[in-house]
């Protein structure tokens, strides 16, 4: 059996992704650099494609004239060989929940450091990192091939807010809440403020309140925000910005220093 007599059976099966620990496995009695040498050939007429190291993708007939497999059809295979937990996240959690109207250029996920480093020749994926992966504010689905793993309705929210330079800034972020607030439910929010930072809550508090004029929506995680921390320091909407002299006060203690208009949806 030649190695793509090999991939075409890995393909009948419904295997769309392998490692060459497992081609070297099935072919012990080549050596390893012709395996390799055979590997990089079928790479070439883009047969499978090199993810990372020493993990590849399948091309599906379906995809070969695009000579691109989208990440959501590997994913958790991939995340599974590296070794790390992980979700979908941001704009592309968002899209789940038609939530953004504009797909974001790069697959989003969120894991935990150390950094991934993938192929340059296949940047597909936005790499964001968290210290933990709350797995039980996770949602899983069928995915084209195999599950996917992505945040919540309130984890992607708090993640709109506190990676929002990940997005495209404050604007862009709002424009997002601004749909995906239907589905949050905010009994939920409770479970998520562990995973976010005091600052997270008040800018998003600010925005649901004096931007989104989602009134319940914003007393509710106000009572939560008061509950964990009844004392807290006041901060600029932007850091990247000075504070506005002129800022009225309010109760989030947010100084909102940058001009924010809901782009049409």
Known sequence: MSIEEWIRNRERHGLVTFSAAEVREAFSTHSPKGLKTELGRMVKR?????????????????????????????LDALMQYIGKPYYVCLLSAATLYAAAHQRPMQYQVMTIIPRISMSNKYPLISWNYRTEIPEHLLVTRNAEMGILRYASPELTAIDLVQFADHVGGYQRATTVLAELIESVDMQKMEEVIPYTTTATIQRLGYLLEFVLEEQ??????FTLLKAQTPKYHTICMSNSHSPREDNQSNRWHVNMNIDIEIDDI
């Open 46 to 74: 883009e047969r499978i494609i090199a993810v990372y190291r020493g993990f590849y993708v399948i091309v599906p007939v379906q995809y070969q004239l695009k000579h691109i497999v989208p990440p959501q059809f590997y």
């Open 216 to 221: 319940e929506k914003s007393d509710s995680l």
